[in-house]
């Protein structure tokens, strides 16, 4: 079955952090997904992760907070600026739709998704071979709750300013988690 008529337009209010204080622009997206611990992406795939609801996103990033820094800079991004974005996307794969995942002959889903091989080998195929620009999937936090999601952004497939995307960005607070 082709994944064409599962494409869809998003447009979505979600969430983002960046290192509190840091001066850094919430649009600037240059590291996006450059990490090599990424579930969606290998490092070399511009990538960027936005989160549906406060909770995914507080709990994406303690889920990597240890793994991911050394203590010394973990204590540092431990303070975060949460920003509210508004996502425009023209062509949108939802990976929590038992159709779509049929299309794609995956099995036992969502679980499977927990193996970052196969899950970077769904996003690869999916980036390569389809008009996708995204792909929404559950949050590893609550595999339980399909309502609870993550959005991966596939950069290289979208407008090079992201403002062409991200019709709008406001401040949303700040969350702290002590190390």
Known sequence: MALDPFLATWSQDVYRHIPAGAG?????????????????NTAEEPTLYVAGDHGVMVGEFARHLHTRWSPALGSQTSVRQIYRLHVE???????????????????????CSL?????????????????????IVPSMVFLDDMERWIAVLFLEKLPSDPRAFVTAAEDAGVFRLDT
Do not use: H
């Open 24 to 40: 850094f622009d919430v649009l600037g997206l240059r590291w996006a997904g450059s990490t090599p611990d990424n579930r969606w």
């Open 89 to 111: 996307i023209e062509r949108m794969l939802d990976l929590r739709d038992p159709r779509v995942l049929d299309a794609l002959s995956v099995e036992n889903a969502p679980q």
């Open 115 to 135: 193996d970052k091989r196969i899950a970077q080998v769904v996003a690869r195929y999916l980036r390569l071979v389809t008009r996708t620009q995204g792909i």
